[in-house]
């Protein structure tokens, strides 16, 4: 399976694009790593008090869907059977008219995202978004995510995939040369540069997101919850911004999610 690319901009980019070696990449996951991805399908469903919902309706819909986490289930889906197309994008567009306006910044973005970005451009480690799920609701909250953190598309590069393992994936798939080392990063996942890295480190709330054979590839385990051992993203920024590497902080997150 291939991940989805968006290569509506790829042909203007190509020709601006220059040859650059690292060391290493940053993968940056969305949901529950970089975003409240909970937080928001709340506030969706309580916006369609704008749309003649009931707020008893709202609270059993939003009931549901928690309890429904974790499973083979799609909000979007669930919103769109519910409510209708026009409804969903009606609230969809009302939620980012609220964040354009700086509203929203502290319930949606996780804990140190901010920081975690500033960290990465001081220390000149290139990255980018890789986003599991659909793309509709997936490149909406990326939408929304750029607001937050006041960078453009250009600045913030993110795909939606459609890979499901993401270690895995860079590891075995087109960000190999074979017969060369290291990893040989994507146009459509950074299209800024011709870019060849050492390392690619994906940090993500996943473990089997983190899962490959490839030594070259490490994960750094987030909880954003705290439900166990594994790293906040905001003690990731705050080791970045101390000085410390990625693969450094890989190998603390590896020694706490034995």
Request: net charge negative; charged share 25%.
């Amino acid at each position: 399976m291939r991940s989805t690319k968006n290569r509506d901009h790829e042909a203007p980019e190509r020709a601006e694009r220059q040859p650059r070696s690292v060391e290493t990449f940053a993968v940056l996951d969305l949901d529950r790593t970089l975003m409240n991805s909970g937080v928001l399908t709340d506030l969706l469903c309580m916006q369609l008090l704008n749309h003649d919902v009931s707020i008893d309706q709202i609270r059993k819909d939003i009931d549901f869907v928690r309890r429904s986490d974790g499973m083979s289930f799609s909000t979007l889906d669930f919103i769109l059977a519910q409510y209708g197309t026009a409804k969903y994008t009606s609230v969809m567009h009302e939620i980012e008219e609220i964040v354009k306006e700086g509203g929203l910044k502290d319930e949606l973005l996780c804990n140190g995202t901010i920081e975690l970005l500033n960290a990465l451009e001081a220390q000149d480690v290139p990255y980018a978004v890789l986003t599991y799920g659909e793309r509709i609701n997936q490149e909406f909250k990326l939408t929304l995510l750029r607001h937050m953190v006041n960078r453009s598309a250009r600045q913030l590069h993110a795909t939606v995939t459609s890979e499901s393992n993401k270690a895995s994936w860079i590891a075995s798939g087109e960000w190999k040369v074979e017969g060369e080392n290291g990893f040989t990063v994507p146009a459509f996942i950074y299209p800024q540069a011709d870019l060849h890295a050492n390392y690619v480190v994906v940090i993500d709330d996943k473990l089997s997101n983190l899962e490959s054979d490839d030594d070259a590839v490490l994960g750094i385990l987030v909880d954003n919850a705290k439900g166990t051992n594994a790293l906040s993203t905001a003690e990731v920024a705050r080791l970045l911004t101390e000085g410390m590497d990625l693969r450094a902080i890989a190998n603390i997150s590896a020694t706490r999610t034995v």
